[in-house]
């Protein structure tokens, strides 16, 4: 029996990054370790993209302050990038509209294969990426209480739901103990598209929220082994979440070399 290959994917998550958790970095990995030790599909790229200033979330800083702590975040990545379309455009974007760009820019880049002109590839895209793949699908990536958000009256139109689901497809990181399952069977929307929803458990329990880190450092509590040290400093460097900008902070990476 011939074996086929495994479909192309890359996986974007959206969202406030209000400040980037680990957690929120942790999900790609363990998306991708899932699809590979199942061997259904080949996880060729990674988008963080945080939504724009406009949405009006409490404890959003601007945008500028959430793609720098992101790509802090991201440094020890390889495959994970941040794409800044969303905090560029005139407003909020639903995220229907955002999934569509980046499947479009995705299509358009393996299409044009005679382009050489590097000015236009976002950023985002990964490199290398026309030689290991002829076609690519995009799904949203996001944890379960993303999906359950699906049934909030008004939260979310039933079109862009279905748009969501029947045409990208979502990977929910479930914890142990939660019933996804259950949630899509009680929706007949998203049990018509049961097929394009990947539910993958996380084993390893992580309750850091970005909501319990900025409260923290509202108190003046230390969050150190909740976010990356890099993080830390800069979040203080900048007085956000209501730290206060000292100016005796010493700088981690100096302290790194000295040591």
């Given at each position: 029996m011939?074996?086929?290959?495994?479909?192309?994917?890359?996986?974007?998550?959206c969202g406030s990054f209000s400040p980037p958790t680990p957690m929120h970095?942790?999900?790609f990995e363990i998306a991708?370790?899932?699809?590979?030790?199942?061997?259904?599909?080949?996880?060729?790229?990674?988008?963080?993209?945080?939504?724009?200033?406009?949405?009006?979330?409490?404890?959003?800083?601007?945008?500028?302050?959430?793609?720098?702590?992101?790509?802090?975040?991201?440094?020890?990545?390889?495959?994970?990038?941040?794409?800044e379309w969303e905090t560029q455009q005139e407003e909020w974007t639903r995220t229907r509209l955002t999934l569509q760009y980046h499947q479009n820019c995705i299509n358009s880049f393996?299409?044009?294969?005679?382009?050489?002109?590097?000015?236009?590839?976002?950023?985002?895209i990964p490199e290398g990426l026309k030689k290991t793949a002829s076609q690519v699908q995009l799904k949203l990536l996001c944890g379960a209480d993303l999906l359950e958000s699906f049934a909030t009256p008004g939260l979310w139109k039933d079109e862009d739901i279905e748009a969501i689901v029947g045409q990208h497809g979502i990977v929910v990181i479930s914890r142990a103990g939660s019933n996804a399952e259950?949630?899509?069977?009680?929706?007949?929307?998203?049990?018509?598209?049961?097929r394009n929803i990947t539910?993958?458990?996380?084993?390893?329990?992580?309750?850091?929220?970005?909501?319990?880190v900025r409260r923290l450092l509202n108190r003046g509590m230390s969050v150190k082994y909740l976010l990356d040290d890099y993080?830390?400093?800069y979040i203080k460097k900048h007085a956000l979440y209501g730290t206060s900008?000292?100016?005796d902070l010493i700088s981690i990476s100096n302290a790194v070399l000295m040591s």
């Open positions: 011939r074996m086929t290959s495994p479909s192309k994917i890359m996986l974007i998550a970095f942790r999900m991708r370790d899932y699809f590979e030790q199942i061997g259904s599909a080949s996880v060729v790229g990674g988008i963080i993209s945080p939504v724009h200033d406009s949405y009006g979330k409490n404890g959003l800083v601007s945008a500028t302050h959430r793609c720098n702590m992101i790509k802090i975040g991201l440094q020890s990545s390889d495959w994970i990038r941040l794409s393996l299409k044009d294969a005679n382009s050489t002109n590097d000015q236009h590839i976002p950023s985002w259950q949630f899509i069977f009680n929706s007949d929307l998203l049990s018509r598209y049961r539910i993958v458990t996380n084993w390893i329990t992580n309750d850091v929220s970005s909501t319990l993080l830390i400093e900008n000292t100016d």
